[in-house]
Nanobody, 124 residues
Framework: QVQLVESGGGLVQAGGSLRLSCTLS????????MAWFRQPPGKEREFVAG????????EYADSVKGRFTISRDNAKNTVYLQMNSLKPEDTAGYYC?????????????????WGQGTQVTVSS
């Protein structure tokens, strides 16, 4: 049974940085394309960044390009999201997701496994 566990969220001032981690267990990590989504209060869950299972190609939402970096360590079964220059509008619950697709997918429907989420709050 695939399980995803996130960590690294917290409270940070605008302009600060955080690094989120997500570790997959119960299956072979390199078989999965991984992604981060976020859900601000009262809004729908949205794609933030993804990294494919093959060559490590990364995709980003326009709102985070140049500020966030997704990476993966197959030896540690872990995907990371480095978040720099954080803004109050980045405040949300952040969720890790996994799919067997070869390519990064951009909608929640295409991901089979989800973590429990970690809260990121950016104060102004």
């Amino acid at each position: 049974q695939v399980q995803l566990v996130e960590s690294g969220g917290g409270l940070v001032q605008a302009g600060g940085s955080l690094r989120l981690s997500c570790t997959l267990s119960g299956s072979t990590f390199w078989l999965y394309t991984m992604a981060w989504f976020r859900q601000p209060p009262g809004k729908e869950r949205e794609f933030v960044a993804g990294i494919d299972r093959s060559v490590g190609t990364a995709e980003y939402a326009d709102s985070v390009k140049g500020r966030f970096t997704i990476s993966r360590d197959n030896a540690k079964n872990t995907v990371y999201l480095q978040m720099n220059s954080l803004k109050p509008e980045d405040t949300a619950g952040y969720y890790c997701a996994a799919t067997r697709s070869h390519d990064v997918e951009f909608i929640t429907y295409d991901y089979n496994y989800w973590g429990q989420g970690t809260q990121v709050t950016v104060s102004s």
